[in-house]
């Protein structure tokens, strides 16, 4: 180990070196990487200092995606102390299924369950944390479904055909987790939206009754809370109610907005969300702790764990269930996750993460005002939250966008909106600073001037 530690903490401080000199790194293709990399598993083993040489091109080859100039995807940033969490819960290596084997590790997480869901408006909630957004969202569909169809576990939909509703921009992980959980992707009814992104109630309420009367047994209602593309909320009092009156499941997926619980004025989205049946929330987005880090929250303790646990003496050896999170638990052998944002939020506290979505908030704040000053460039929303959708009319999004990164100046991506390419510009991490923006859209408009006047091949 030794030799580990030291090596580790060399490479990690030339990659911060070489992140903020270089924190734009033009992407290189397989066959360049190939030919660069000898990255099969070898017979016989190298030594720790071939190793660590490796590890060094390899680190300066991937693209950099926790520098100030990342606002391609759903994550940024690098918070240490929960770096710092996330490399103790290696070092322990503890598999997070019972109290035997997990101890402190497994209060830890039940804090943090009981606090999230606390702030999402359930007194006691029952949870656990998964790999991601994706998997809390199939979690909570496996709970729905166990609720809308008594027995699913064991028997199945017993001739009842489920249905799941979420709106068109809800995230694709919920019609992915309809097809693997066998209710079909073509049994997901997307609802329309209005102009700023959110669902439309009425929409929502016609299509269950239409459902109901075609013999379709409605099961859950995916509500977003910070949508990927426009960053919009769905409207959870009205969404609520129908699930109420129709006794359907309701699942509010605040994978992406779920920390913006903490922002002065964007907490009032999540004033209604304790109505609702269970919550996504993703720390590994806006609270910037390292990959991965999500968790689903279900109101009713007892529920997630009448859903998932099964019988197997040689792991579940007695206690109770609700120190045994594998009896919640999609996973049998879990990395612990939640270590690494307990450490973060020890030392961020409330207010540091009150600060960050300002600061978040802030700079799209910032972006939204460059582009209205911008005659090159072109808002198609007002933002609800940290997203910016923007064109420059008449260029082409993705060259403006490869001309962007290619030069060094930022690394962003884009979406369709309004049935066009856009830019879709996120601001995820806080430590971006009001000048880089204002850089940022400086090189975008000299990018969009170029393109304009020499269009792309
Ligand atoms: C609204 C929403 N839900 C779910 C997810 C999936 O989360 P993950 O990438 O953690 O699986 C995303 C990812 O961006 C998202 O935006």
Request: charged letters at 20%; glycine letters at 8%.
């Amino acid at each position: 180990m030794p030799q580990a530690l030291a090596t580790l903490k060399t490479l990690i401080e030339e990659h911060l070196a070489a992140e903020r000199s270089d924190p734009v790194r033009a992407l290189q293709t397989p066959e360049q990487l190939r030919a660069k990399f000898e990255l099969a598993p070898p017979e016989e083993g190298i030594p720790f200092e071939e190793l660590s040489e490796r590890l060094r091109g390899i680190m300066a080859a991937t693209p950099a995606t926790a520098s100030d100039l990342f606002f391609n995807q759903l994550y940024g940033g690098r918070d240490p102390a929960a770096f710092t969490g996330d490399v103790i819960s290696a070092v322990l290596n503890t598999s997070m299924y019972t109290y035997k084997i997990g101890g402190v590790q497994v209060l830890i997480e039940l804090a943090l369950v009981k606090r999230m869901g606390q702030m999402m408006g359930f007194p006691d909630a029952e949870g656990v944390f998964t790999p991601g957004g994706s998997l809390s969202n199939l979690a909570g569909m496996v709970v729905a479904l166990n609720q809308a169809i008594p027995g699913y576990k064991d028997h199945g939909a017993q001739g009842k055909q489920p249905r799941i509703y979420t709106s068109i921009e809800g995230h694709y992980s919920v019609p992915k987790a309809a097809g693997l959980l066998g209710v079909g992707q073509s049994n997901v009814v997307k609802i329309p939206v209005d102009g700023r992104g959110q669902m439309l109630p009425e929409a929502l309420e016609a299509a269950i009754v239409s459902d109901i009367e075609a013999g379709f047994t409605p099961a859950m209602i995916n509500a977003t809370s910070g949508t990927t593309v426009l960053g919009a909320f769905d409207p959870i009092a009205a969404i609520s109610a129908i699930a109420k009156r129709h006794n359907v499941w309701l699942h509010v997926d605040a994978a992406y907005g779920g920390t913006f619980v903490f922002h002065p004025e964007l907490k009032a989205h999540f004033a209604d969300v304790g109505l609702a049946d269970s919550v996504t929330w993703d720390a590994h987005k806006v609270m910037s702790t390292p990959l991965t880090c999500s968790v689903i929250l279900v109101k009713e303790k007892g529920l997630m764990t009448q859903a998932m646990s099964q019988s197997a003496s040689y792991l579940f050896q007695g206690g109770e269930d609700e120190f045994n999170p594998g009896t919640r638990s999609i996973q049998c052998g879990r990395r612990n996750s939640a270590l690494k944002l307990w450490c973060a939020w020890q030392v961020n506290g409330d207010a540091g993460y009150l600060a960050k979505t300002q600061s978040v908030r802030n700079n799209a704040l910032t972006a939204q005002r460059c582009i209205e000053a911008a005659p090159e460039l072109s808002l198609v929303r007002v933002p609800e939250s940290i997203n910016i959708c923007f064109d420059a009319p008449g260029v082409d999004t993705d060259a403006l966008l490869d001309a962007v990164c290619e030069s060094g100046q930022g690394m962003i991506g884009h979406a369709q909106v309004d049935g066009r390419t856009v830019v879709r510009l996120v601001f995820l991490n806080s430590d971006v600073r009001t000048e880089v923006v204002e850089r940022l859209f400086v090189a975008i408009q000299a990018q969009a001037r170029a393109l304009a006047i020499a269009p792309a091949a």
